[in-house]
């Protein structure tokens, strides 16, 4: 059962690094949340590193930028391992064929950028679906819509036997009050239909590999004893968090606020009635990171 808890610094001694999720927990894609940042900045007064794990369909400087843009505090943080860099390594080595069907919005076209760790990089190219050796998606054309409208391209592409490049496996995200989709929905509908989805961010296990590198380059020889994960997102945070058998801490007032009761901490019995139905356990639960 999980231990609910009010303040991070209740278990944070127990911990030399922390790999937190950050929209839902550090910011709502619009404005940081300030208790959260300020309990990132605590941590790291005291020596603890602060990895950010995300998610995000792109590489780690524009994330780093993003963060800037909406206020989120450089010192709460020491480094940044995203989906999108754990996909772009798979992609430049050609995962997905040289010729890539794209789905994603105009801003993600960073996620093309060079990559110059990859020795001899596939030559990729973007080219329309029927001429595609397989499909790189970061996202929606259009997040609002139903992803049912991509089934025709889908059945199209199953037929040809692409392999679908999810770039961000989350299912939805809350963007202020409004809920978007994201890769995962789409790579999901695609795997129903018979698809071959290749995953690369949580639950998966290439994103904590990329995070413990971080890690290692800041110079921290940390065991998974002593990392602590942070998220809002029970199949991609937590349940990648049991999967590396990492201890969590789930934040109830994220994507789940509403099945929890979520206000400023959860209802005991809904979370944990939404725990069993989800079939995870986290070591902790806060309702607002802080």
Known sequence: MTQIITHLSEIS????ALFVDLW???HNGLDPFPSAVKAMQDYRAKG???????NAPRHRASVEVQLGKI???????????????SARFAMYQGVAGEKVYFIGQPHDQNFFDPLHIVENPAPIQQVP?????GIVCCGPFDPLADPEINRAD????????LKLLCANPDIVVDRGESREWCAGALAKLYTEMGGESLYFGKPHPPIYDLARRRLAALGKDISDARILAIGDGVLTDIRGAMGEDIDSLFISGGLAAQETKTIDQPDPALLSAYLEKEMVNPTYTIGRLR
């Open 13 to 16: 001694e127990r911990y030399d």
């Open 24 to 26: 839902g927990c550090i």
């Open 48 to 54: 603890g590193a602060v990895i950010f794990v995300t």
């Open 71 to 85: 206020g989120v505090a450089k010192d709460s943080w020491d480094d940044i391992a995203t989906s999108g860099d």
């Open 129 to 133: 679906l029927d001429q595609a050796e």
């Open 154 to 161: 889908f059945l199209y592409a199953k037929q040809k036997g």
